[in-house]
T-cell receptor
Protein backbone atom coordinates (compact mmCIF):
# COMPACT_ATOMS: atom_id res chain seq x y z
CA UNK A 1 0.00 0.00 0.00
CA UNK A 2 1.53 3.31 -1.02
CA UNK A 3 -0.98 5.63 0.61
CA UNK A 4 -0.54 7.86 3.65
CA UNK A 5 0.05 5.69 6.70
CA UNK A 6 -0.77 6.68 10.28
CA UNK A 7 0.09 4.97 13.52
CA UNK A 8 -1.45 4.15 15.90
CA UNK A 9 -4.97 4.02 14.50
CA UNK A 10 -6.50 4.19 17.96
CA UNK A 11 -5.15 5.46 21.24
CA UNK A 12 -6.82 5.69 24.63
CA UNK A 13 -4.92 7.68 27.21
CA UNK A 14 -5.48 9.14 30.63
CA UNK A 15 -5.77 12.87 31.06
CA UNK A 16 -2.38 14.41 31.65
CA UNK A 17 -0.41 11.81 29.71
CA UNK A 18 1.58 12.55 26.58
CA UNK A 19 0.76 10.90 23.25
CA UNK A 20 2.58 10.80 19.94
CA UNK A 21 1.22 10.02 16.51
CA UNK A 22 3.31 9.11 13.48
CA UNK A 23 2.56 9.78 9.84
CA UNK A 24 4.34 8.33 6.82
CA UNK A 25 3.39 10.31 3.71
CA UNK A 26 3.28 9.04 0.17
CA UNK A 27 6.79 8.60 -1.11
CA UNK A 28 8.24 11.73 -2.73
CA UNK A 29 5.47 13.95 -1.41
CA UNK A 30 7.23 16.93 0.08
CA UNK A 31 4.19 18.57 1.66
CA UNK A 32 2.71 17.06 4.79
CA UNK A 33 -0.37 18.29 6.66
CA UNK A 34 -1.96 17.60 10.02
CA UNK A 35 -5.67 18.08 10.63
CA UNK A 36 -7.93 17.42 13.59
CA UNK A 37 -11.51 16.27 13.32
CA UNK A 38 -14.10 16.01 16.10
CA UNK A 39 -17.35 14.11 15.80
CA UNK A 40 -19.79 15.67 13.37
CA UNK A 41 -17.39 18.38 12.21
CA UNK A 42 -15.21 18.78 9.17
CA UNK A 43 -11.44 18.45 9.52
CA UNK A 44 -9.63 21.49 10.93
CA UNK A 45 -6.17 22.44 9.74
CA UNK A 46 -3.41 22.28 12.36
CA UNK A 47 -0.09 22.65 10.57
CA UNK A 48 1.86 21.80 7.45
CA UNK A 49 5.43 21.10 6.40
CA UNK A 50 7.26 21.52 3.19
CA UNK A 51 10.11 19.05 3.44
CA UNK A 52 11.40 19.53 7.00
CA UNK A 53 10.27 23.14 7.34
CA UNK A 54 7.08 23.83 9.28
CA UNK A 55 5.56 26.61 7.20
CA UNK A 56 2.24 27.29 8.84
CA UNK A 57 0.59 26.63 12.17
CA UNK A 58 -3.05 27.14 13.08
CA UNK A 59 -4.08 28.95 16.22
CA UNK A 60 -5.63 25.62 17.19
CA UNK A 61 -2.13 24.29 17.73
CA UNK A 62 -1.67 25.20 21.38
CA UNK A 63 1.72 25.07 23.08
CA UNK A 64 0.91 21.53 24.23
CA UNK A 65 1.06 20.39 20.62
CA UNK A 66 4.26 19.96 18.69
CA UNK A 67 4.83 18.57 15.24
CA UNK A 68 8.10 17.61 13.64
CA UNK A 69 9.34 16.30 10.34
CA UNK A 70 13.05 15.99 11.00
CA UNK A 71 14.25 14.50 7.72
CA UNK A 72 11.48 15.64 5.47
CA UNK A 73 9.95 12.20 5.35
CA UNK A 74 7.77 10.93 8.23
CA UNK A 75 6.24 13.30 10.75
CA UNK A 76 5.22 13.08 14.39
CA UNK A 77 2.54 14.97 16.25
CA UNK A 78 2.94 15.04 20.01
CA UNK A 79 0.32 16.19 22.47
CA UNK A 80 1.59 16.87 25.96
CA UNK A 81 -0.54 16.83 29.13
CA UNK A 82 -3.60 15.64 27.22
CA UNK A 83 -7.01 17.04 28.08
CA UNK A 84 -10.42 15.57 27.40
CA UNK A 85 -10.97 18.23 24.75
CA UNK A 86 -8.11 16.72 22.77
CA UNK A 87 -10.25 13.67 22.00
CA UNK A 88 -10.56 13.67 18.23
CA UNK A 89 -9.33 12.04 15.07
CA UNK A 90 -5.96 13.33 13.93
CA UNK A 91 -5.56 13.18 10.18
CA UNK A 92 -2.34 13.34 8.23
CA UNK A 93 -2.20 14.19 4.56
CA UNK A 94 0.45 14.71 1.94
CA UNK A 95 0.88 16.22 -1.50
CA UNK A 96 3.54 17.16 -3.98
CA UNK A 97 4.58 20.74 -4.22
CA UNK A 98 4.11 21.60 -7.85
CA UNK A 99 2.55 25.02 -7.48
CA UNK A 100 -0.35 23.68 -9.45
CA UNK A 101 -3.82 23.03 -8.18
CA UNK A 102 -3.48 19.49 -9.44
CA UNK A 103 -1.31 18.64 -6.44
CA UNK A 104 -4.08 16.62 -4.92
CA UNK A 105 -3.96 16.21 -1.17
CA UNK A 106 -4.14 12.58 -0.06
CA UNK A 107 -5.30 11.73 3.44
CA UNK A 108 -4.51 8.86 5.74
CA UNK A 109 -7.18 6.99 7.65
CA UNK A 110 -6.56 8.97 10.79
CA UNK A 111 -5.53 8.29 14.37
CA UNK A 112 -8.36 8.27 16.88
CA UNK A 113 -7.50 9.69 20.29
CA UNK A 114 -9.71 9.21 23.34
CA UNK A 115 -8.67 10.97 26.53
CA UNK A 116 -10.32 9.56 29.65
CA UNK B 1 -10.81 32.43 3.16
CA UNK B 2 -13.91 32.47 1.01
CA UNK B 3 -16.57 30.20 2.49
CA UNK B 4 -18.98 27.69 1.07
CA UNK B 5 -22.52 26.83 2.07
CA UNK B 6 -23.90 23.32 1.69
CA UNK B 7 -27.06 21.58 2.92
CA UNK B 8 -26.42 19.54 6.04
CA UNK B 9 -27.85 16.36 4.58
CA UNK B 10 -29.44 14.87 1.49
CA UNK B 11 -31.06 11.58 0.62
CA UNK B 12 -31.00 9.65 -2.58
CA UNK B 13 -32.23 6.35 -3.91
CA UNK B 14 -29.73 3.82 -5.16
CA UNK B 15 -29.09 3.90 -8.91
CA UNK B 16 -30.51 7.42 -9.24
CA UNK B 17 -28.54 10.60 -9.98
CA UNK B 18 -27.64 12.90 -7.10
CA UNK B 19 -27.04 16.63 -7.33
CA UNK B 20 -25.15 18.08 -4.39
CA UNK B 21 -25.27 21.90 -4.36
CA UNK B 22 -22.71 24.34 -3.03
CA UNK B 23 -22.92 28.12 -2.76
CA UNK B 24 -19.76 30.22 -2.75
CA UNK B 25 -20.87 33.77 -3.40
CA UNK B 26 -17.57 35.32 -2.20
CA UNK B 27 -15.36 33.21 -4.44
CA UNK B 28 -12.37 35.04 -5.89
CA UNK B 29 -11.11 34.72 -9.43
CA UNK B 30 -8.17 32.58 -8.37
CA UNK B 31 -10.11 30.09 -6.23
CA UNK B 32 -10.56 26.59 -7.54
CA UNK B 33 -13.63 24.61 -6.48
CA UNK B 34 -12.69 21.27 -4.99
CA UNK B 35 -14.87 18.43 -3.79
CA UNK B 36 -13.72 15.83 -1.33
CA UNK B 37 -15.74 13.11 0.32
CA UNK B 38 -15.29 11.24 3.56
CA UNK B 39 -16.58 7.72 3.93
CA UNK B 40 -17.35 6.50 7.46
CA UNK B 41 -14.23 5.98 9.57
CA UNK B 42 -11.90 7.06 6.77
CA UNK B 43 -9.94 10.14 5.83
CA UNK B 44 -11.26 12.47 3.13
CA UNK B 45 -10.63 11.55 -0.48
CA UNK B 46 -10.43 13.74 -3.57
CA UNK B 47 -13.41 13.65 -5.89
CA UNK B 48 -13.05 16.41 -8.47
CA UNK B 49 -12.10 20.06 -8.96
CA UNK B 50 -12.70 22.84 -11.45
CA UNK B 51 -12.19 26.54 -12.10
CA UNK B 52 -14.74 27.77 -14.64
CA UNK B 53 -15.71 24.98 -16.98
CA UNK B 54 -17.70 21.88 -16.15
CA UNK B 55 -15.55 18.86 -15.42
CA UNK B 56 -16.06 15.12 -15.64
CA UNK B 57 -14.07 12.24 -14.24
CA UNK B 58 -14.73 8.62 -13.44
CA UNK B 59 -16.20 9.46 -10.04
CA UNK B 60 -18.44 12.43 -10.74
CA UNK B 61 -19.21 15.56 -12.72
CA UNK B 62 -18.85 19.14 -11.55
CA UNK B 63 -21.15 21.80 -12.93
CA UNK B 64 -20.04 25.38 -12.25
CA UNK B 65 -22.39 28.32 -12.62
CA UNK B 66 -21.40 30.97 -15.12
CA UNK B 67 -20.86 33.56 -12.36
CA UNK B 68 -18.98 30.92 -10.31
CA UNK B 69 -21.04 31.71 -7.24
CA UNK B 70 -22.37 28.18 -7.03
CA UNK B 71 -21.54 24.69 -8.19
CA UNK B 72 -23.10 21.25 -8.20
CA UNK B 73 -21.46 17.89 -7.77
CA UNK B 74 -23.27 15.25 -9.77
CA UNK B 75 -23.11 11.55 -9.03
CA UNK B 76 -24.69 9.96 -12.06
CA UNK B 77 -25.86 6.74 -10.39
CA UNK B 78 -25.63 6.67 -6.64
CA UNK B 79 -24.58 3.43 -4.99
CA UNK B 80 -24.62 2.48 -1.33
CA UNK B 81 -20.85 3.01 -1.32
CA UNK B 82 -21.39 6.66 -2.17
CA UNK B 83 -22.92 7.30 1.27
CA UNK B 84 -20.49 9.80 2.76
CA UNK B 85 -19.99 13.41 3.78
CA UNK B 86 -19.23 15.54 0.73
CA UNK B 87 -17.20 18.70 1.20
CA UNK B 88 -17.15 21.62 -1.22
CA UNK B 89 -13.94 23.61 -0.71
CA UNK B 90 -12.48 26.70 -2.30
CA UNK B 91 -8.76 26.37 -2.74
CA UNK B 92 -6.28 28.98 -3.90
CA UNK B 93 -3.54 27.37 -6.01
CA UNK B 94 -1.74 24.72 -3.95
CA UNK B 95 -2.77 25.91 -0.53
CA UNK B 96 -4.11 23.62 2.15
CA UNK B 97 -7.77 22.72 2.26
CA UNK B 98 -10.22 24.49 4.57
CA UNK B 99 -13.20 22.24 5.26
CA UNK B 100 -16.71 23.32 6.19
CA UNK B 101 -19.44 21.10 7.56
CA UNK B 102 -20.18 19.29 4.31
CA UNK B 103 -23.31 17.47 3.16
CA UNK B 104 -24.08 14.04 4.56
CA UNK B 105 -25.42 11.95 1.70
CA UNK B 106 -27.59 9.01 2.60
CA UNK B 107 -28.34 6.45 -0.11
CA UNK B 108 -31.40 4.26 0.24
CA UNK B 109 -31.51 0.81 -1.36
Amino acid sequence: DTGVSQDPRHKITKRGQNVTFRCDPISEHNRLYWYRQTLGQGPEFLTYFQNEAQLEKSRLLSNRFSAERPKGSFSTLEIQRTEQGDSAMYLCASSQRTGAVRNTIYFGEGSWLTVV
Amino acid sequence: DAKTTQPNSMESNEEEPVHLPCNHSTISGTDYIHWYRQLPSQGPEYVIHGLTSNVNNRMASLAIAEDRKSSTLILHRATLRDAAVYYCILRYAGNMLTFGGGTRLMVKP
